[in-house]
């Protein structure tokens, strides 16, 4: 019989202690921080599950390339490797570096959309959203009823609604949706993957309509795996494979190279249209540095070249997704309430099914993360009604599991810290704001016991 486990593909060469706190010291820092997790200083955190976002660990394979980065301001050799590697598996044409993700999403959206007009998006990140919101266009949410209903399975739970994105096109006019965009996999959904077959009859129906579609590529590697093992016609194509064939069904890309680009800090944004490419190159050099570094480190941009081919390797995204789902039908065995299936980079508690009692303008999610950290030290965080207000289809915790970092035995104890506080659930309070700000207000809220 061939051995059937699942192991980390790797060994571990370099640790950082994690502290324990007492729970009394939990309860004095949480007030401390208002009741907002982001508020807490890490060394306070002992198992830190708020972001798989730039929290992983990188290879000797990265570290090696950090040391051959190219710090030159103009032409560094460090920008064609990134460049060789991004187009070697997206395609694009024009590949603009940028600090992170949102970034790029801010010079996409400043040169594309004017007020009045409307993005389409399965389901929008909240930095998207509010960068589309912040040049005065409408984001809107289009993924299919399966997606919003927690509990039901379905393999491609992130796919956009085709049907209802044809209805928006001809209520507001072609002339309105300057773009369409497609999140993979869908984060503020669960982490659920798009099909292929999804992306193609978007791609179609956008085609068709003139409209250029782009991705919002954070998690591409994790969402072509999830289409190698459930989409038919895929399980003996590469996961590279899978991610080329699904680009080659866009117009450009914003991406986040914190998530599926395996390093600490950076993204980019790539485009197939020349006009748009030299407009997006100015607007880079005026906010974010020269179109050869765009705000990174010359090792940065080598760190993300390497990293990009790590996240397709086929060992790594196994283990990566067993991880997740190991942690995930642990606590489905148990009868706590998760998005179903397990996600690709995350485990989300849907917390209106944890914490019932808790009303949604009492913020439940925000309130059962508070609880996790005051139990356990873990850090988690809510994508709900804080985040979304009342935009948010769902009140999620998220538990977002960062790359190549923790073992095995990590996760049991968040199981098991999990599972304590379902057996007191009825005991969590609900909360209330005492400080919002304008935009992004999950960021910096605070909030007390009601
Ligand atoms: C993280 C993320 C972003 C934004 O990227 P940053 O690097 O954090 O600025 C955008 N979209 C999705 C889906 C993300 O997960």
Redesign the pocket.
């Known amino acids: 019989m061939p051995v059937r486990t699942i192991i980390e593909p790797f060994r571990i060469k370099s640790v950082e202690p994690i502290r324990w706190t007492t729970r009394e010291a939990r309860e004095r820092l949480l007030q401390a921080a208002h009741y907002n997790l982001f508020l807490l200083a890490a060394d306070d955190v002992l198992i830190d599950l708020l972001t798989d976002?730039?929290t992983g660990a990188m290879s000797i394979y990265q570290w090696g390339a950090i040391q051959e980065g190219d710090e030159s301001y103009a032409g560094s050799r460090s920008y064609t490797r990134f460049k060789n590697s991004v187009q070697d598996i997206f395609g694009y044409r024009h590949v603009i570096p940028t600090h992170?993700?949102?970034?790029a999403?801010r010079i996409l959206f400043s040169t594309m959309l004017k007020k009045g007009d409307v993005v389409p998006n399965n389901t929008h990140?909240d930095?998207?959203r509010a960068n589309v919101e912040a040049t005065g266009a409408e984001a809107l949410d289009l993924v299919i009823e399966e997606g919003k209903q927690p509990g039901l399975i379905h393999p491609f739970k992130g796919n956009m609604n085709v049907a209802a994105l044809e209805a928006a096109i001809q209520r507001v006019g072609r002339e309105h949706i300057p773009l369409v965009m497609l999140?993979i996999t869908n984060?503020?959904g669960g982490g659920q993957p798009v099909s292929m077959e999804n992306a193609r009859q978007v791609s179609e129906l956008c085609h068709r309509h003139g409209i250029p579609l782009y991705f919002?590529a954070?998690?591409f590697a994790e969402n072509s795996w999830f289409i190698k093992l459930r989409e038919p016609g895929y399980a003996d194509k590469t996961p590279k494979q899978i991610a080329q064939e699904m680009f080659a069904l866009g117009d450009g890309c914003?991406m986040?190279?914190?998530?599926d680009g395996m390093a600490n800090i950076g993204?980019f944004l790539c485009t197939n249209d020349d006009h748009l490419a030299q407009q997006e190159k100015n607007l880079l050099i005026l906010t974010e540095g020269y179109p050869t570094y765009g705000g990174l480190a010359g090792r940065d941009l080598e760190a993300i070249a390497v990293g990009l081919q790590e996240a397709v390797a086929e060992d790594y995204l196994r283990y990566r997704i067993a991880s997740t789902a190991y942690l995930g039908n642990h606590l489905a065995e148990q009868g706590i309430p998760i998005v179903l299936p397990p996600g690709g980079h995350a485990v989300y508690l849907d917390a209106r099914a944890f914490v019932p009692h808790i009303p949604l303008e009492q913020f439940p999610g925000v309130a059962l993360a508070a609880e996790l950290y005051l139990e356990g030290g873990i850090r988690s965080v809510e994508i709900g009604t804080l985040m979304f207000d009342k935009a948010a289809k769902m009140d999620l915790v998220r538990l977002a599991i960062p790359r190549r970092t923790y073992t095995q035995s990590h996760i049991d104890y968040v199981i098991e810290v999990i599972t304590e506080v379902w057996h007191k659930r009825e005991q969590i309070r609900g909360l209330k704001l005492t400080y919002e700000p304008p935009f992004l207000r999950h960021f910096t809220a605070q909030l007390e016991q009601v």
């Open positions: 976002s730039g992170q993700g949102r970034a999403e990140f930095t998207t999140t984060n503020s919002d954070c998690r914003t986040s190279a914190k998530k993204g």
